[in-house]
């Protein structure tokens, strides 16, 4: 029996490109809610809108969050070692946590753990989206084992935190 194929992906929440017109965030967020209301699947516009706001061409300067989250991959993708690695996004930049997963299994992922960098409970993404996307994923791919790292110790994430502030104390 083969060894399984490791793969890790870091999930953000996404921001929206500062050159991105308002308009079409409004009109997202609005028919979102209005699907969300009538427990519908998304109708073409929402998805059409989504895919042009996730697709918007970026910079560090439009969209410093992407370029955070990116500097945060960049550390931690040496630090994994030999597993495969991908970034995704909860809304408002590619790739979805979905394309993720389905790149790292298409190169031969056979195991992949999601982590994010929403750290504290309560979160809608982190405690309800991730969870039933991976729910899905698994239906969609039971040979493949998903993993979420989550809930964090949040013990852990106070050591960090009194870390970051001696560093400035």
Not at 41 to 70: F, M, N, V
Not at 108 to 124: L, N, Q, R, Y
């Amino acid at each position: 029996m083969s060894q399984p194929t490791r793969g890790v992906i870091l999930v953000g929440h996404g921001g929206i490109p500062k050159d991105c017109p308002s308009e079409l965030v409004t009109k997202l967020k609005r028919l979102e809610a209005q699907r969300r209301a009538a427990k519908l699947p998304p109708s073409p516009e929402e998805i059409e809108l989504d895919t042009k706001i996730r697709r918007w061409p970026r910079t560090p300067a439009t969209d410093p969050y992407q370029s955070g989250l990116e500097a945060v991959a960049a550390q931690l993708r040496p630090r994994l070692y030999e597993v495969l690695f991908a970034v995704a996004y909860n809304e408002f930049c590619a790739p979805t946590l979905e394309e993720s997963v389905e790149e790292l299994i298409a190169k031969g992922a056979t195991e992949i753990t999601v982590t994010t960098t929403m750290f504290t409970p309560g979160g809608s993404h982190s405690e309800i989206e991730i969870p039933e996307i991976l729910g899905l994923l698994r239906q969609r791919h039971p040979d493949v084992v998903l993993r979420y790292a989550w809930p964090f110790d949040l013990d852990r994430v106070a050591a960090l935190m009194v870390q970051q502030i001696r560093r400035f104390s």
